[in-house]
Every structure is written in structure tokens, then in C-alpha cells.
T-cell receptor, first 112, second 115 residues
Framework: KNQVEQSPQSLIILEGKNCTLQ??????????LRWYKQDTGRGPVSLTI?????NTKSNGRYTATLDADTKQSSLHITASQLSDSASYIC???????????FGPGTRLSVLP | GAGVSQSPSNKVTEKGKDVELRCDPI?????LYWYRQRLGQGLEFLIY????????KSGLPSDRFSAERTGESVSTLTIQRTQQEDSAVYLC?????????????FGQGTRLTVV
């Protein structure tokens, strides 16, 4: 079954600290993986997209990694800010781009 | 338009009533998607349009749910005989083409509350 799992389910950190969110998937054949940020009450916004051949990609303080062999991805947030408080959703596209699966998300809270 | 627009932003309806939710995608985007997000839960895929046709309706939870798209633009999600379990945020997204090969841009959602 094509599934995407994320951990932790929720995370609380202090402003300025770093954190790493995990995404594991079982989908096949893999096309690409995206991380989305969803602020409360808003639609998700794409942070990064990674294809099979990419190991790491950065977008400002966000750095995503992908290990296609172990089917794992991580999203590392550096020097967190209060505005980073949101849900982070991992989305995996498969079947040559025809289908995708959303993970359940990780709820991040950054406290002052 | 500049982004995906959804209306209404909030809708409170009585159990058993029908509701219509509207989505205006980004101009020129051929693909349009509807999702449901219950409180504290992840996104649940409902239906995908390519142009005006829906090649994937697999996520519609029951025959009370239907959607249409016209002019390769506006889409309407209709829920008949609403139930309390239908309470959720309904998100619409559009992309230039395909299901996963281009970025999907999301609207703000319609928060539906069935009382």
C-alpha cells in the first residue's frame, strides 16, 4: 500500500533552536517528494521539491534531504523563528507523476 | 487571478441541508484538486480534475459528494444532505498540469460547520 508517515506528530521547540522532521514513504515507483508548510487557517505552501537523484535541497533556513534507497526524507529547520510554527506536510508523488500521497503532517510550535 | 480563491471562507449549515463550495483556480492551470482536512488531521484527497473531466474521483467519501468543473476554470464541490461528520476545512488547489509534476497552489479553504 502506498503510504507516507511522518514523525514526530507534534514538536515544541524554543525560538532559535534547530529541529528535524522525518518523512518515511512506501510509494512506488517514486517520482518526487515535496515538503509543504501549512500555517493555521491557510492552505499549504510548497517549501521544496526533490527528485530521485537529489540528496539535499535548501530554501533559506529549511533544508530537505532525501534517501531514495531507504525511502526517507527529512526537513531540517535552522535557527527557528516564531513564524515557523505551522504544520509541515510531506507529499510523495509516484506512478510517473500520476498520483500523490499526503503525509499526516508534523505540527511544529516555536515558543519564545 | 493571482492565486486560488475559495468561497465562502466560512459556512455554517444545518444537518440535512445541501451546500456548494466554490473554487477559482489560478488562470491557465489545467489541473484542479479538492481536499478535506478535519480538525487536527492531514489532508484527505477527494477529487482531481484535468480540464473539465475528473479522471480520479476515488476520494469522494459517499454519493452525497459531487463536484464539477466548467470552462476549465471554476469548480464547485456539492455536499448533499450534510452530516456533522462533514464538518471540516475543504481545500482546493490548482497546478499548471499533471497531478504531481508541477507545484500545486492551495486556496485558503472553506471551513464548513454542520450543526
Amino acid at each position: 500500500k502506498n503510504q507516507v508517515e511522518q514523525s514526530p506528530q507534534s514538536l515544541i521547540i524554543l525560538e532559535g533552536k534547530n529541529c528535524t522532521l522525518q518523512c518515511n514513504y512506501t510509494v512506488s515507483p517514486f517520482s518526487n517528494l515535496r515538503w509543504y508548510k501549512q500555517d493555521t487557517g491557510r492552505g499549504p505552501v510548497s517549501l521544496t521539491i526533490m527528485t530521485f537523484s537529489e540528496n539535499t535541497k535548501s530554501n533559506g533556513r529549511y533544508t530537505a534531504t532525501l534517501d531514495a534507497d531507504t525511502k526517507q526524507s527529512s526537513l531540517h529547520i535552522t535557527a527557528s523563528q516564531l513564524s515557523d510554527s505551522a504544520s509541515y506536510i510531506c507529499v510523495v508523488t509516484y506512478n510517473y507523476g500520476q498520483n500523490f500521497v499526503f503525509g499526516p503532517g508534523t505540527r511544529l510550535s516555536v515558543l519564545p | 487571478g493571482a492565486g486560488v480563491s475559495q468561497s465562502p471562507s466560512n459556512k455554517v449549515t444545518e444537518k440535512g441541508k445541501d451546500v456548494e463550495l466554490r473554487c477559482d483556480p489560478i488562470s491557465g492551470h489545467t489541473a484542479l484538486y479538492w481536499y478535506r482536512q478535519r480538525l487536527g488531521q492531514g489532508l484527505e484527497f477527494l477529487i482531481y480534475f484535468q480540464g473539465n473531466s475528473a479522471p480520479d474521483k476515488s476520494g469522494l467519501p459517499s454519493d452525497r459528494f459531487s463536484a464539477e468543473r466548467t470552462g476549465e476554470s471554476v469548480s464547485t464541490l456539492t455536499i448533499q444532505r450534510t452530516q456533522q461528520e462533514d464538518s471540516a476545512v475543504y481545500l482546493c488547489a490548482s497546478s499548471l498540469y499533471g497531478q504531481g509534476n508541477t507545484e500545486a497552489f492551495f486556496g485558503q479553504g472553506t471551513r464548513l460547520t454542520v450543526v
